[in-house]
């Protein structure tokens, strides 16, 4: 795959004799899928100092994924000089110079694969010609290592240091001509590096958001409505503003209107904000604080209404089709087997970590602020629009970031800090509690599935129809709410439909680690599994002929949207690929069954990556699961760049999933019931599961490893309690089917 992009170096002399590389790489507006590309600026890049130090600017955000290490590797391997001699600097927020500065969707690798390594070759030549020149010997005479040119014939050789201002004075080459490296020349690139971070953050040292601190700075928190959409309509302000500590208390209006489809980024909520000496002070402050809330529509809501009304629709026609082909119906009257199941998940908080904030400093028109946005250019642009400044006059420092998972896509947080900062003259700090980055988050959408299949008397599947219970209005659906008309076995069956059907909800919804995949993956897989067993055939074996059947071509428009301009289409072999591999690492073929204890098998396509996993569980007589191994077979594409952090996220995605097979959000009168973690568990130590990790490599450009591993778990280990004990997981949590962790 390959980007397309206008892209070009520039040279600039620096101070101290070194040199700057800039990038002039336009991928922004094609990977969001806008309009033509920005109009970019010159930007260091890559600075050599004379003594050959070599600073690598890391362009996106760091929430914890790696990528401040990989980006970094991708430019240094092209460059050809040593790991070690690299220092590693965080950007700050500048699109027109870095290109896409985001962190989301999987993204960093498939945009930064072949610009960053292009980067680094770029410098590598220049510094080549710039040896050249002082010897008067042709450039490819001369060769590069370890951050060194040399010439073989005359025996001669120079530091990268030494040629960086010659080389600041010649013209650089475009992007596209530059020649990049053999892969089996590699020497960073496929090598485990440690994370430039990795020291610091284990020794404490001040990197996230939370540890910011500036000079004279005061510190907020915010009181908001209980029920979403309420706002503020009195206060005992003078009160609260006598306590200690307290600087000020302010109300909120907020930018946010109680309708029943809401922006996943809509701005402020309303509220009451204490800003305070000492964040203590201001939480302290907070419990003196009594608000009389105007509620609004929000309190009519509830988890049992909800679910009630997901019943009463799934037994109403659908009230929109999302694709069909073939005579469903007509093949369901002649199906030798028809199978029928209800599938639920429900609301999930992101739980990042590190709580919501920023710190943020206004004066005389301009803004400083430091955040921990995955989106920091979406964040700019709400904070312009709220403090009706333009965007020109605010500076984004991105700081290291605790977990995003799809939260910090969002930048509520951000535009408080920005209005606290203007309201109060000086430098703010606005930390959210864990209890309010629980009540208070765009959450996963709650989802019921109504499925049926037919199978022919050879037990293969004639007939698939799924009716998903989701929220919005009509064909709106509500943020991460929705199916697309490619979702599997799309294509793969000759008579296939799904369907959907909506319902108000006056609550904010947004993208949760593999947006959509995390709930869907979990249905089709299970089903699927159920619709094996129904037809006496081996669940792996039943997923592998539909993979091999001839696909039923998309109609025009109606592909998966997220994440273009790439290509989100199925490929059927990548799939069978590590279905197969998992499948032969498990010994899933020669499995045994024993009451109590089952193997269950999962496949998905998500955010580029293929992954398939098997989980190997134990239930004990209280209904209680123990996953005890889990194996997992990946594909993204041609090259791992760091193996080490590969690994780590495979690890920390299949961790993620299994913890939301014990979470949900509920709502009674408006009101999220949870508040911390103590009612929205995370994966304890001793329930972690050994997890073996094996990779399959293709002939396709790299892709991210933020998302595709989590979806398969799920249906995975509710295949496997299926094994193990003869009774279906069709609702999470797992206490909604009557099971535990152990």
Not at 75 to 88: F, G, P, Q, S, Y
Not at 709 to 724: D, H, K, Y
Request: overall charge neutral.
């Amino acid at each position: 795959m390959q980007l397309n992009r206008r892209s070009f170096l520039q040279m600039i002399a620096l101070a101290g004799g070194g040199f700057a590389l800039d990038l002039y790489d336009r991928p922004w507006a094609v990977a969001q899928g806008s309009g033509s590309p920005p109009d970019l600026t010159p930007r260091a890049f890559i600075h050599i100092a004379p003594d050959g130090a070599v600073t690598i600017m890391a362009r996106n955000p760091e929430i914890g994924q790696g990528v401040k290490t990989m980006l970094p590797m991708l430019i240094a391997e092209e460059l050809d000089t040593d790991w070690k001699d690299v220092r590693v600097e965080q950007a700050d927020l500048n699109e027109a110079i870095y290109g896409p500065q985001f962190a989301g969707g999987s993204m960093a690798t498939p945009t930064g694969w072949e610009p960053m390594r292009q980067v680094g070759a770029a410098g590598r030549q220049m510094l080549v010609a710039a040896a050249a020149g002082n010897w008067g010997v042709p450039a490819a005479e001369c060769t590069t290592q370890a951050g060194r040119v040399l010439h073989a014939a005359s025996g001669r050789s120079a530091g990268y240091g030494e040629l960086a201002a010659k080389a600041a004075t010649l013209t650089p080459p475009a992007l596209d001509a530059v020649k990049l490296k053999n892969p089996g020349d590699y020497r960073i690139i496929g090598k485990s590096q440690a994370g430039v971070d990795t020291h610091a953050v284990v020794a404490g040292k001040p990197l996230f958001g939370i540890d910011v601190t500036l000079p004279g700075m005061v510190h907020a928190a915010i009181e908001k409505c209980p029920v979403f959409g309420g706002k503020v309509k009195s206060a005992n302000l003078e009160q609260v503003r006598k306590l200690p500590g307290v600087r000020q208390v302010l109300v909120i209006e907020g930018s946010l209107a109680a309708e029943p489809v809401v922006s996943s980024d809509p701005g402020m909520e309303p509220g009451v904000a204490i800003v305070a000496d000492t964040w203590w002070q201001a939480q302290q402050a907070r419990k003196s604080l009594k608000v009389d809330w105007d509620i609004g529509p929000g309190i009519t809501q509830s988890s049992e209404k909800i679910a009630r009304r997901a019943e009463e629709l799934l037994k109403a026609p659908p009230a929109n089709t999302v694709r069909s082909h073939g005579d469903v119906e007509g093949a369901f009257k002649s199906a030798a087997k028809v199978v029928e199941a209800v599938y639920s998940y429900p609301f999930l908080a992101h739980g990042t970590p590190e709580p919501q904030g920023s710190t943020a400093v206004y004066k005389d028109g301009k803004l400083e602020i430091w955040g921990t946005s995955q989106a920091p250019g979406g964040g700019r642009s709400l904070v312009a629009r709220e403090l009706g400044i333009p965007e020109s006059a605010i500076t984004v420092h991105m700081c290291r970031t605790g977990g995003g998972f799809g939260r910090r896509l969002m930048n509520d947080y951000m535009v408080e800090a920005a209005w606290l900062a203007k309201q109060v003259g000086g430098p703010v700090k606005l930390l959210w509690a864990r209890e309010d980055d629980i009540a208070h988050d765009p959450y996963r959408p709650a989802g019921t599935h109504g499925l049926k299949a037919g199978l022919d008397a050879q037990g293969k599947l004639v007939a698939w129809r799924q009716h998903l219970i989701t929220f919005g209005e009509g064909k709106h659906y509500a943020p991460s709410a929705g199916i697309s008309a490619a979702e599997f076995p799309a294509g793969r069956v000759p008579n296939y439909a799904p369907h959907t059907s909506t319902m108000p909800l006056w609550l904010r919804t947004g993208p949760l680690r593999a947006p959509g995949d995390n709930a869907l993956a979990f249905v089709g897989q299970s089903f699927l599994d159920e619709v094996a067993v129904a037809a006496g055939r081996d669940p792996l074996e039943f997923q592998l002929e539909l993979l091999s059947a001839t696909p039923v071509p998309m109609p025009a428009g109606e592909g998966r949207p997220r994440g273009r301009p790439f290509d989100f289409t199925l490929n059927a072999g990548r799939l069978k690929g590590v279905l197969e591999l998992v499948a032969e690492k498990s010994g899933w073929a020669s499995r045994k069954r024993a009451a109590g204890r089952g193997m269950g098998i999962a496949g998905w396509f998500s955010h580029q990556g293929y992954f398939a996993e098997v989980a190997e569980v134990s239930v004990d007589s209280k209904n209680r699961v123990t996953v005890n191994r889990v194996w997992v077979a990946g594909d993204i594409g041609s090259q791992i760049i760091n193996p080490q952090a590969a690994e780590s996220l495979v690890y920390g995605g299949i961790l993620d999933g299994l913890s939301q097979m014990a979470q949900e959000i509920t709502l009674a009168d408006g009101r999220v019931q949870q508040t911390n973690y103590h009612q929205y568990p995370l994966l304890q130590m001793r329930q972690t599961p050994a997890i073996e990790v094996y990779w399959r490599t293709t002939p396709y450009s790299p892709t991210g490893l933020g998302e595709p591993m989590l979806p398969p778990i799920l249906p995975a280990v509710g295949n496997a309690i299926f094994s193990a004990m003869g009774k279906r997981v069709r609702a999470l949590p797992l206490a909604r089917s009557g099971f535990s962790w152990a």
